[in-house]
């Protein structure tokens, strides 16, 4: 099955610096990847996605790359705030199949 | 837009006891799921439905794990006898259709098995 390895588990920046979170997968047919930001005692939330066909997405601070023959994929975040501050999970599955997330990243932003 | 739901919301256990988790999805979302996530990990599927259909139990630790979706709605999965390696959040989340689109995660039901 899916294989998905995120890197660093942990992350610590200062306000107003970037941040940047690795993925990579193990099965090629993969062609959804989302993030999700979850908060302390929270459920996961969706912050954005990319499909295969894509290769790059951005929404205001947040940002997403694929690279299909690297089998890898980023989440960007220019500008952090403390309110960034949170486990964020990558994901990826193929069409009609549940996600399979990776092992999260704490992210934390100090002011 | 109401959310997934979930209850309980908290359940401290004993092992070898049995405990239920009760969940209704979206309005109108077809496909629900049932993920586990441990402490310090991200969520694990245990099993997913569309409508009141199977189409991924390979993760459900079947001896002591079920789940069903009577109706195609709402969804009750059940731990009978729990361990203490049990103890995690368990997660129901629902999207519209199968496969890649948007799945909303309810707040989970959080277990301790002591």
């Known amino acids: 099955g899916e294989n998905v390895e995120q890197h660093p588990s942990t992350l610590s920046v200062q306000e107003g610096d970037s941040a940047v979170i690795k993925c990579t997968y193990s099965?090629?047919?993969?062609?959804?990847f989302p993030w999700y930001k979850q908060e302390l005692g929270k459920r996961p939330q969706l912050i954005i996605d990319i499909r295969s066909n894509v290769g790059e997405k951005k929404d205001q601070r947040i940002a997403v790359t694929l690279n299909k023959t690297a089998k890898h994929f980023s989440l960007h975040i220019t500008e952090t705030q403390p309110e960034d501050s949170a486990v964020y999970f990558c994901?990826?599955?193929?069409?009609?199949?549940?996600?399979?997330f990776g092992k999260g990243t704490s992210l934390l932003v100090t002011p | 837009e109401a959310g997934v739901a979930q209850s309980p919301r908290y359940k401290i256990i004993e092992k070898r006891q049995s405990v239920a988790f009760w969940c209704n999805p979206i309005?109108?979302?077809?496909?629900l799921y049932w993920y586990q996530q441990i402490l310090g990990q991200g969520p694990k599927l245990l099993i997913q439905f569309q409508n009141n259909g199977v189409v991924d139990d390979s993760q459900l630790p079947k001896d002591r794990f079920s789940a069903e979706r009577l109706k195609g709605v709402d969804s009750t999965l059940k731990i009978q006898p729990a361990k203490l390696e049990d103890s995690a959040v368990y997660l129901c989340a629902s999207s519209l259709v199968l496969g890649g689109n948007t799945i909303y995660f309810g707040e989970g039901s959080w277990l301790t098995v002591v």
């Open positions: 099965d090629s047919a993969s062609n959804y």
């Open positions: 309005s109108g979302h077809a496909t």
């Open positions: 994901a990826a599955s193929i069409t009609g199949y549940a996600l399979n």
